[in-house]
């Protein structure tokens, strides 16, 4: 644009030259004052060329620069953008450019009790997900805080990868993470059957189908796997706190990746602490988060075998027997106290999910076993996820856990806030020694049932 304009004044002064000089001619003729005029004029016209020509030449040095500087810099912005994803540094993204990659905001994945997750496109073709964490401003602050903290720095096949984050100037306003997009979903919607008809047989309506038992059995090792990194191979030790089917995320090969971190604590290698406040899911939670005991990894060690349990069986680890009579009847059913049983009376088979064909009876016995190990009471008697692994691998034999009572949260009257302790509204310590199955009921607040058995 400076170049045209350039150009046009330099014709126009030119022009301008050429006329005074044919009206000069008009005027006096060829004479003495018209030479004096025209060489004057000539002057004039070879000083505005001379003028023209380097003022081109300058501007099209600068152009010149302009133009490499552009491309070393878009150089130097792709280095740096690559050694940001080689060393694991998440990518500040535009809030437009969220919002453009995910269509409005319109491609919606899932929700929760605070979190939205939707499904985009970067402008390299790359598909994400995105999390937006809504909710009130504190308690959007820590997940937040507390999830980018976790992974930006974490570098685990078995990990779901934070590409990046969305940060807006206004407080109370939502944040945005970026994640890899995992194509198959969660764990629960390949394990679990979501309806059962008349005749009592599960209907598997789920999108996902059912996974088959070697699948499975990768995916429980591929979780350990993660776990143990988190728990043993950090600089500060990363606690999940949140472990269960639905946070387990398969790609297009069925590998899992571990995700949500939103409830993440990072501390150090032998620190344990003491909360207030329940935590987590219901029916993974162990007894310390109600104990008033130290929450350390073994608190998700014990969730990983909550977990781990519901693979084998394809069913939930407690769930309302009875729920159509009357309410007098109706019983939780407890599936790690059933599969202590069979485990212990040599039927473990019996326990597998039916859905499931030519099981090998080997790996479900490990299974078994190393679950039934990793919901054990006492935190202590629990192995470690590095542990795990080696069992599921074939490393380390694996034995009978101890015989043991089984603490076992009564899901109805639980509450994600409740105060820790295991005490009524009164303060009353609550706790019932069963067999198997305990009362459905609704009238306290938390309650520990008590079961006998591995």
């Known amino acids: 644009m400076e170049a045209g304009k350039a150009r046009a004044l330099y014709a126009a002064a030119v022009a301008s030259l050429l006329v005074l000089l044919v009206i000069l001619w008009l005027c006096f003729g060829i004479s003495k004052p018209f030479f004096v005029f025209a060489a004057v004029d000539s002057a004039a016209i070879v000083a505005i060329a001379a003028w023209a020509t380097v003022h081109r030449t300058t501007l099209d040095r600068r152009l010149s620069m302009a133009r490499r500087a552009a491309v070393e810099g878009e150089e130097l912005r792709l280095q740096y953008s690559h050694l940001r994803k080689a060393a694991g540094l998440p990518t500040l993204f535009r809030y437009e450019q969220l919002a453009a990659a995910t269509d409005g905001f319109s491609a919606v994945l899932g929700r929760g009790a605070s979190a939205s997750v939707f499904k985009g496109i970067l402008d390299d073709g790359t ?61 629960d919607n390949w394990i679990f059957p979501t309806t059962t008809s008349a005749g009592g047989d599960d209907i598997d309506t789920r999108k996902g189908g059912c996974l088959p038992w070697d699948l499975r059995y990768r995916v429980a090792v591929d979780v350990a796997k993660a776990l143990a990194y988190l728990h043993h191979d950090c600089r500060s030790r990363i606690l999940h706190l949140d472990v269960k089917p639905e946070n387990i995320l398969l790609d297009e ?202």
């Open 253 to 454: 090969a069925f590998r899992a990746c571990v995700a949500d971190f939103g409830l993440s604590k990072l501390m150090g290698k032998e620190e344990s602490r003491v909360v207030t406040t329940v935590r987590g899911t219901r029916g993974y939670l162990a007894p310390e988060w109600l104990l008033d005991s130290g929450i350390s990894e073994k608190s998700d060690v014990f969730s990983y075998g909550m977990v781990l349990l519901e693979m084998v069986g394809g069913r939930r680890n407690v769930t309302l027997v009875g729920a159509d009579g009357p309410a007098s009847g109706r019983r939780w059913s407890y599936f790690p106290r059933t599969v202590a049983d069979r485990v212990r009376q040599g039927r473990v088979m019996e326990v597998v999910d039916p859905r499931l064909a030519a099981v090998p009876e080997g790996e479900v016995r490990t299974a078994a076993l190393v679950a039934l190990w990793c919901v054990q009471e006492t935190a202590g008697v629990r192995p470690s996820m590095a542990q795990v692994v080696d069992m599921l691998e074939g490393r380390v034999a694996v034995e009978p856990p101890p015989e043991t009572e089984m603490l076992v949260v009564d899901i109805l009257g639980i509450e994600p806030s409740s105060p820790a302790g295991g005490r009524d509204a009164a303060g009353s310590p609550l706790g019932r020694k069963l067999d198997g199955q305990c009362p459905a009921t609704s009238t306290c607040s938390l309650s520990l049932s008590v079961l006998s058995g591995r």
């Open 127 to 187: 598909p994400v997900a995105v999390k937006r964490i809504d909710g009130d401003e504190g308690h959007g602050d820590r997940e937040f805080r507390a999830e980018v903290a976790a992974l930006a720095a974490l570098q685990h096949v078995n990990l779901l990868r934070l590409l990046g984050y969305c940060l807006l100037p206004r407080p109370g306003t939502a944040r945005y993470l970026v994640y890899d997009y995992v194509p198959n979903g969660s764990l």
